[in-house]
């Protein structure tokens, strides 16, 4: 049984939000397991962390969404084309990463912008009709914090 994956799936929650629907996740993911005791609910927690470790991998698998994080790491370039976003002057348009990422066609781009957002490792940021797009700092750190379970 996986867990359903809430998160990630809504764009405009709250992170407390968001840290309740993880809460009621593990609670449902427990229920599903038939957890009794603490250990089990430990044990329970380990799952849920190789399930989330094992999708974030498959997601940081392809070379072109690793290509794409990087871009956005790097943040603006005096090339780029787009306006600067006046939300966060590090965040870039998807046709500024086609630039980066030489030749790709944006189907190709949105599908692994898409696939690296509901993922969490970026934030999309909209200004008008312009869509940015910014890394999500925190969630290496909890894919980190999660490899660490592995140590």
Do not use: W
């Not at 999309?124 to 910014?134: A, H, S, V």
């Amino acid at each position: 049984m996986k867990p359903s994956l809430l998160i990630g799936k809504h764009e405009s929650i709250t992170p407390l939000f968001q840290f309740f629907l993880k809460c009621f996740e593990v609670i449902i993911f427990q229920k599903k397991l038939n957890c009794q005791e603490e250990g089990d609910i430990i044990f329970s927690m380990r799952q849920y962390d190789e399930f989330s470790v094992a999708q974030a991998a498959k997601v940081l698998s392809d070379p072109i969404r690793l290509h794409i994080l990087r871009l956005l790491k790097e943040g603006r370039r005096e090339f780029y084309q787009s306006p600067v976003c006046s939300a966060n002057a590090h965040a870039i348009c998807p046709e500024d990463l086609k630039l980066g990422l030489g030749d790709i066609s944006s189907s190709k781009l949105s599908y692994h912008l898409k696939e690296l957002k509901d993922a969490g490792f970026i934030q999309e940021c909209r200004e008008g009709k312009r869509i940015y797009y910014l890394l999500q700092p925190d969630r290496f750190k909890s894919l980190i914090d999660s490899l660490r379970g592995f140590c």
